[in-house]
């Protein structure tokens, strides 16, 4: 396995269309979730319980310095994105992002949906994906620098990391569940008693309660298959690397697995949900040019039945 | 070696070095058992074994004649993230101060006509059969504590 991470050999295009694809998403997220940072900066600084880069840091930042943070993340999500000065735009993003996510995690609710999200841009932003289908590409054509496009182990490399820590990311989940909870936790009855704690609490809240929640505490027998193959998909993620049919198969597994968890526990784990945590597994860039044959194709057939 | 682009084209070796370091750092929270380390984390979300009963902290609306009105996430939080809003309560009960945001609480309520009704705010911790909640069951409260209560004045 490790051979056909480190020898992992792709186009560029490829390894380009990924920066494109986690580049809008993190921007979207960053701006859906513009209300959550900002209202950080509000926060009663006793209330500051920091967690990774922020420990060392007594007190909280100042609202100053989160506002600026979220505007410079964008602007350099969106530089990042587009390819522009991508080297230095694609750090600060990533930086940036760790910093708001740290930052929204040190006040005593760790949400978990972050975390794989994070790693994942950092690790593109280490990586060489403006070398196609960016604006430094189109300046470094103008100014007569080819260009690299052979498929090599320069963009294989990188996707192949990426989905290396989203399978990580899955096993240490999986083993959790039986490193924290036990044989028990595949009984089915832990996982009603979540999805219970999870209605309940958001009832009392006031939130909306989980759409399928009733129905599956009602019918819990459902519950320990389900329950096991919770914990069979997230300890079976490295199959992803055996070959194209193993991993769609695993990647619909799990996919569908966030589904259940959202209709029940109304639990979102955005990234794999809009499949950008399993984007790195997949030729991107096929879908790309698939996208754009079709538009190419539909163009004359517009022009002639508008004419 | 560094490329003339300036990105770094790693021979095998390094690749492979650089790939073990990766693995080493997202396995390492898991080998010390911490979850601070954010965005390194052992995900132990759901993991533990849970009980059918709980204690919840949240806040309710009270009106005139004494009847409980739920209150929304924002006006409780001033978010609409459920998670964060408990998280965040949870958090300001241990540290004392569960008056300060009461009384956040009925200024923000104080504001909106359609809690018009509500004249006080409660700041509690009620324990229950979240079973018996979830299936809709009436008796599901097990315990009600009031930690905080103040008035909303209009």
Not at chain 1, 162 to 175: E, F, K
Not at chain 2, 24 to 36: F, I, K, M, Q, Y
Not at chain 2, 73 to 98: F, N, T, W, Y
């Amino acid at each position: 396995m490790i051979g056909r991470i480190v020898d992992h050999a792709a186009p560029a295009e490829r390894l380009a269309a990924l920066r494109i694809v986690v580049g809008v998403f993190v921007v979207v997220y960053l701006v859906g979730r513009s209300p959550v940072f900002l209202a950080l900066a509000d926060r009663p600084t006793d209330d500051f319980d920091p967690v990774g880069l922020l420990v060392p840091f007594a007190a909280a930042p100042g609202g100053a310095i989160v506002i600026t943070a979220l505007v410079v993340t964008l602007a350099a999500g969106i530089a990042a994105t587009i390819g522009y000065r991508y080297r230095p735009a694609a750090m600060v993003f990533a930086g940036g992002l760790s910093f708001l996510t740290t930052l929204r995690s040190s006040w005593g609710q760790l949400l978990h949906f972050e975390n794989l999200m994070v790693l994942q841009l950092v690790v593109l932003a280490c990586a060489p994906a403006s070398d196609v289908w960016s604006l430094d590409a189109r300046r470094s054509t103008r100014t007569g620098r080819p260009g690299p496009i052979e498929p090599s182990t320069r963009y294989g490399w990188p996707l192949a990391v990426a989905s290396l820590v989203m399978v990580i990311t899955y096993v240490i989940a999986g083993a959790a569940k039986l490193r924290y909870g036990g044989i028990d936790w595949l009984d089915g009855e832990t996982l009603r008693n979540h999805v219970a704690y999870s209605a309940a609490r958001l009832d009392l809240i006031g939130g909306n309660p989980p759409l399928l929640a009733e129905l599956v505490v009602e019918h819990a027998w459902i519950l320990a298959p389900a329950a096991f193959v919770a914990v069979a998909i997230e300890l079976a993620a490295p199959i992803v690397f055996i070959g194209p049919r193993w991993r769609n198969s695993w990647v619909a597994a799990a996919w569908l697995m966030h589904v259940g968890i959202l209709a029940t526990m109304s639990v979102g784990f955005p990234s794999p949900l809009f499949g950008v945590a399993f984007a790195p597994l997949f030729p991107l860039e096929r879908f790309v040019r698939s996208t754009r044959r079709w538009i190419e194709r539909r163009r004359p057939f517009r022009s002639v039945a508008a004419s | 070696m560094t490329g003339e682009d300036g990105w770094v084209d790693l021979a095998r070796t390094r690749r492979l070095a650089v790939t073990t370091a990766v693995v080493a750092l997202l396995v390492a929270p898991v080998v010390v058992n911490t979850d601070g380390w954010f965005p390194l984390s052992t995900y132990p979300m759901y993991s533990s074994t849970r009980g059918v009963e709980t204690t919840f902290v949240t806040a309710q609306g009270l009106t005139g004649d004494g009847n409980q009105r739920d209150l929304t996430p924002s006006l409780i939080g001033g978010s609409d993230d459920p998670l964060l809003v408990v998280g965040e309560l949870r958090a300001v009960l241990a540290a004392g101060r569960g008056d300060e945001r009461c009384a956040e609480i009925a200024s923000r309520v104080s504001s909106r006509d359609d809690y018009g009704d509500v004249t006080a705010i409660e700041v509690v911790a009620e324990r229950h059969d979240n079973v018996a909640r979830t299936r809709g069951d009436d008796d599901s409260l097990v315990n009600r504590e009031v930690r905080a209560r103040c008035e909303v004045e209009r």
